[in-house]
Each structure stands twice: as C-alpha cells, then as structure tokens.
C-alpha cells in the first residue's frame, strides 16, 4: 500500500526522496543501511538480529528511497497497544533534511491503523534518530535502562545442564577475603589474560589453559576456582571422579566424553577437585587401576589446550603424590600455592564472618592471634558458633542485655575448634613450593 500522507515528499537540493512501505526485496538494502549507521560507534539498544525478528513477525517497516536505492528504514515491533521503534537510520548524506521526521510520521500512521497508541524508542545518546524523535514530539524519560548479557549462547544451556554446570553469580572474587597475595598472583596470570586476550596477544603472552593449585584442605583452592569463573563471567563446570565412575562405561571413558562435551562451550572454567585421585604417581607393578584414567586425562587435557577461552583448574592437597609427568610444562601453566591465611587474611576473614553490628566491639586482632594454624574454613567454623552460642544466650537469658557475639564467645568458640592445619604439614607445604610450585 501506498501512503499518501503529507511529508513523505521531500526535495532536497537536488534530488527527491520519498517514504513507502517496505517491500521483501528491500532487506538487504535494509541491511545495508543498518550496517552504515553503525559505524559512528555507538552500540544501538537492539541488534540486527531483533530488527529482522521484527520484520518477519509482522512488525511494520517504511523505507526512504531516493529513486531506486533505499537510504533510510524505520522499523516498529507491535506488543499489545505499544509499538517499539527498534530502527530508524539513515544514510550519512541524507540526514539533517528531515527524511527521519518523515518516515515516523508514515510510521506512526500505520501503527495507529493496528491498534498502536504509544510508540516508544531506546536510543543511545548521539544515536542517528535522536533529532527526529525529538521533531516528532516524543518526548524523552527518566528511566534506567538496564541490561545484562548472559554469557551463554542458548544452545549451551542444555549441555551445561547434562554436565552439571553452572553460571555463577557476579562479585565472589571480592567476597574472598584476605589472601592478598594469591590474589594478586592470579589475578594477573590468569584473569588478566583471559578477560583480554587482545591485550595478552599484543605482548605476546599466550592466555593459560590449564593450572593447578595446591595447598592443605580448606585453604580456599575451590573458593578462588569459583571466584576467578565469576569474575571472567564463564560459567563453571566441576568434572567429579566419582560421579563420572558411577556412570557405567568406565571411568577413562566418561572422562573422555566429559571433556568431549565441555569442547563444545564458548567459555568455561573446568574444575578437578582431588585430582591426585586420578592422577597419583604411575609406574607401580602391577600397574594401579587408575592408570587408564590417568591416561584418559593426559590427552583430554592436550586436548583442552587446542582451544582458548576456558580454563581447566586441578585442587590437590597432596601435591606431591601427582605424577611428575602430569605437571610437567607444556601441559599446566602454573603450578600455584594457595597456603594457610597469614594474619592479614585472618583478620580479613574473621571480619567477613563477624556481625556488623558488633564489629566495631570485637577484638579482632585478638581473634587473629588465637587463630594461628586456623584455615579461613576453620575461621568461618569457629565464627559461626560463636553467632549460634550467642544467639541462643540472648533468647534464652544467660546473656546480661549484649546482643550479638562478644570478643569473649568468639574466643571460646576458637577454644572449641581443633585447627585443620599442624606445624607438619605447613612445614610440608613450605617444602612443596620450594619444590613444585611454578609461578
Ligand atoms: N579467603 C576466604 N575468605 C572467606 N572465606 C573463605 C576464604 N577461603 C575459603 N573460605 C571459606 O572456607 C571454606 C573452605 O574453602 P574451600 O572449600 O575453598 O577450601 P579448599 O581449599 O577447596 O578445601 P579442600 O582442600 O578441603 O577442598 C569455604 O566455606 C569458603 O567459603
Ligand atoms: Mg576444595
């Protein structure tokens, strides 16, 4: 159909535009123009893909012509009686004549007829449009617009699913407290590199695929795997020996089509926790039965490495039971210590694990001191029921008016808590960063 309503004709100094409905044959010219205005450099609220979505589920588009080249489109999606301009651009030589007005008053006509009475836009500031938005009469609106991009293409949701994996939610590397200098380690040799491989690329450094970190139970290897998949916004995916053994065909070959399967995720951070269990030292008489697996696992993680843009992290407490050849170079990139928390990251922890309410009430430093040897998981432990002691005492009277865990029940509750760690195995420990750890 023809529209016949005043302003769709115009006379530029030369030539004559005009505004006509949309036709099939015009998308690619459509397309064209979409692309063209993109190029200013502002990233448009809907992508192209929404726009054509928008065509095909019988939205109502015009275009401007200039005989018979296309040089601008505007294009609405109708929900109910609203109707979402979701493109208006123009070529670069045929703004400022009010081509833009123009086509939006077609628009909205066309709309009308279908039932449409309130049009909206999101624009970027600066965006092609914004000047004919404004001639029209729409008025602008204080709202905040938000957004967030999944970072998971929606054929990745049903493999994540099967393989028991998961997004993780934002800021569980700033809730990891204390611990600065692992911290710092790996935030500059992993995330650095993995959030901007262009940068990396540009120094020649090769982002890491795979690293181990080591260190005695509950110093917090599973927390920093799960804060550095947070942090670079991949969804974490934990491999578990146990479950993959249960699962019939033999454990070397679920490995196999674990890995096969996570090959197919953009993004990710794969986890082995105890993977000492799967790759302790070969070479025995007769061989272990694990040797397959620990096989099977040698060329998944060869395999692994081919591709960038995820990261396979291995927990072990016993670092020195692992196979030399398994931690060799080439095939883990770092090899990292995550030791007990020094008095810094004590304190850092046990003020994350105290009421705020009571904070400022509670010697910290004296709850730093009696927790020597203590890893965060202990602090958290002996927190916790230093909470629960006090709160039972508040309800049920023995505490005289204080609210919540005073210095004193914190203290008692440390006196409760046998520590994980011993003076053997941080000597241990310290031996074994001497020895294997690669930074
Ligand atoms: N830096 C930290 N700040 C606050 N809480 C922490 C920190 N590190 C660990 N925790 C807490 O301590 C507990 C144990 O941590 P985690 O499970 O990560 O240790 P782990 O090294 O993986 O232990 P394991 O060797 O037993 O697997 C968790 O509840 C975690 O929330
Ligand atoms: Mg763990």
Same mark, same amino acid.
């Given at each position: 159909m023809m529209s016949i309503l005043p302003g769709r004709l115009g006379q530029s100094s030369m030539t004559t535009w005009r505004v006509r409905d949309f036709h099939d044959d015009d998308l690619d010219h459509v397309v064209r123009v979409w692309e063209e205005s993109r190029k200013t450099g502002v990233d448009p609220v809907y992508g192209l893909a929404e726009v054509l979505a928008a065509i095909r589920n019988d939205g109502s588009a015009v275009v401007a012509v200039v005989g018979p080249v296309v040089v601008g489109a505007t294009i609405a999606r109708i929900n109910g009686d609203r109707g979402w301009v979701v493109m208006l651009a123009l070529a670069d030589e045929w703004r400022g004549k009010g081509i833009g007005s123009a086509m939006l008053t077609d628009l909205e006509s066309r709309l009308v007829h279908r039932g449409v009475h309130r049009l909206s836009a999101l624009l970027p500031e600066g965006e092609t449009g914004v000047e004919a938005f404004r001639n029209r009469g729409y008025r602008t609106r204080d709202l905040v617009y938000f957004e967030r991009v999944v970072p998971l293409q929606p054929q990745e949701v049903g493999r994540l699913e099967s393989l028991g994996g998961h997004v993780l939610p934002d800021g569980l590397w700033d809730a990891l407290a204390g611990m600065a200098q692992e911290k710092t380690l790996i935030e500059r040799r992993l995330v650095l590199p993995l959030a901007d491989p262009d940068l990396a690329e540009e120094f020649g450094v090769r982002p890491p695929h795979a690293v181990v970190l080591f260190g005695p139970? !509950?110093?917090g290897k599973t927390t920093f795997a799960k804060a550095v998949a947070s942090r670079l916004g991949w969804p974490f995916v934990e491999v578990l020996p146990s479950r993959l053994a249960a699962e019939g065909p033999g454990l070397a070959l679920a490995l196999r089509d674990t890995f096969a399967e996570i =090959? +197919? &995720? +953009?993004?990710a951070v794969v986890f082995i926790d105890e993977v000492e269990e799967i790759? =302790? +030292? $070969?070479?025995?008489r007769p061989p272990s039965p694990t040797q397959g697996v620990t096989n099977e696992l040698l060329k998944s993680i060869s395999g692994f490495r081919e591709r960038d843009g995820r990261l396979l992290v291995c927990a072990t407490n016993?670092? $020195? =039971? &692992?196979?030399?050849a398994f931690l060799r170079h080439g095939r883990f990139d770092y090899v990292i210590p995550i030791g007990p928390p020094d008095r810094t990251a004590r304190a850092a922890i046990w003020r994350r694990y105290v009421p705020d309410t009571v904070l400022d009430l509670v010697d910290v430093e004296a709850l730093v001191a009696a927790s020597n040897l203590f890893t965060p998981a202990d602090i958290e432990f002996a927190a916790r029921k230093a909470s629960q002691q006090a709160l039972e005492s508040s309800v049920y009277g023995t =505490?005289? !008016?204080?609210r919540g865990p005073t210095t004193a029940d914190y203290l008692d509750a440390v006196g409760q808590t046998r520590s994980t760690l011993t003076e053997a195995m941080v000597a241990d420990f310290t031996d074994d960063i001497e020895r294997i750890s690669r930074l």
């Open positions: 139970p !509950g110093t =090959a +197919e &995720l +953009e993004h790759a =302790a +030292e $070969r070479g025995g016993f670092v $020195r =039971a &692992l196979d030399p =505490a005289g !008016g204080v």
